[in-house]
């Protein structure tokens, strides 16, 4: 494919409570054995961009250990690879990333030492499958500058979350709000974008020059009357992992048969790194109902309508009910979750008692079998 990808990755986002006191949203487990990330990575590679850069900031240590080989996403090539950039101290800049426009500043030789004409930016924290080859042919048919892939949400969607947008009959976007007080489009972008690396450079350059940081607020809204802006809309699945309901959400997702055959068994493969866990064993006495169990779980209790991570284990007499077990739990016998998300590498006691009422109850329980 004619392009790179820059993944924006660095962002902190306090609405994911206590899941992102330890993470990036980029590393958040999704669906049992990947992390939020690999989607966007595997997007990339299955539309032949081999040249992907990876912006992170924030809380980095577990998505650069996720990301530390490029194997897994077939980007181990001569003529491309997988780059992560993270703020660093230089003779021009001595800042952290102040948005996502200077993210993309502080790291301008990598769009400039690249070859290919198009740029392909997209964030680390949603979950779709896309090929962006069909965006950028769109793209360039429109002979645009920047193309924005959007989605039409449901009437029951808070979309004042997102960036909202309104289109002429030619798909030109007209308006562009980010996050508004009150929605005037069920229109949201996805975060996607299509650009041409020249103009890129040339526009971040622009921006920095005069202390602006936001990529969505200094140059798509800023130049959305100068520049020719479309969308290019979608109608497949696609989840924002924005808050907890969101991320529990979109894990729940999972439990549905046709969601799992789309992203598990519909080609192109979504990629993630592959840990060397044995088979989930179950137990005299489990009893597991629509749940996922992933690999090297011990399940002895009950399972129902959940989702429960690497390397946990489920003691006898537990019942797990409409509930995220994130890796490596330890639950003691006799305990009842519903409606919850247990923190990885937590201790639950025997005969413990959690569930989330008017909200997911995010379970942390001080740890004893580690010391770090």
Known sequence: MRAIGIILAGGNNRKMRELSQKRAIGAMPVAGSYRSIDFALSNMTNSHIQRVGVLTQYNARSLNAHLSSSKWWDFGRKQGGLF?????VTAENSSWYRGTA?????????????????????????????DYNKVLEYHISKKADVTVVCKDMPANVNVERFGTIKMNEESRIEEFEEKPIEARSNTISCGIYV????????????????DRYDFVKDILIRYKNQKRIFGYKIKDYWKNIATVEDYFDANMDFLKPEIR?????????????????????????????????????????????SVIFKKSFIGNNCYIKNSIILNDVYIGDNTHIENCIVESRDTIRANSFYRGEDEIKIVIEKNDRYII
């Open 261 to 305: 055959n789309y992203f598990f068994k519909q080609y192109p493969d979504i990629y993630s790194k592959v840990d060397d866990l044995p088979p989930a064993k179950y137990n005299v006495g489990a009893k597991v109902e629509n749940s996922l169990i992933s690999s090297g779980c011990i399940v002895n209790g009950t399972v129902e309508d």
């Open 84 to 88: 992560l950039f993270t703020p660093a």
């Open 102 to 130: 200077d993210a993309i500043y502080q790291n301008l030789s990598f769009l400039k030492n690249s070859h290919e004409p198009y740029v392909v930016i997209t964030s680390g924290d949603c979950v779709y499958k896309m």
């Open 195 to 210: 650009i041409r690396r020249r103009l890129l450079i040339d526009m971040i350059e622009r921006c920095a020059m005069e």
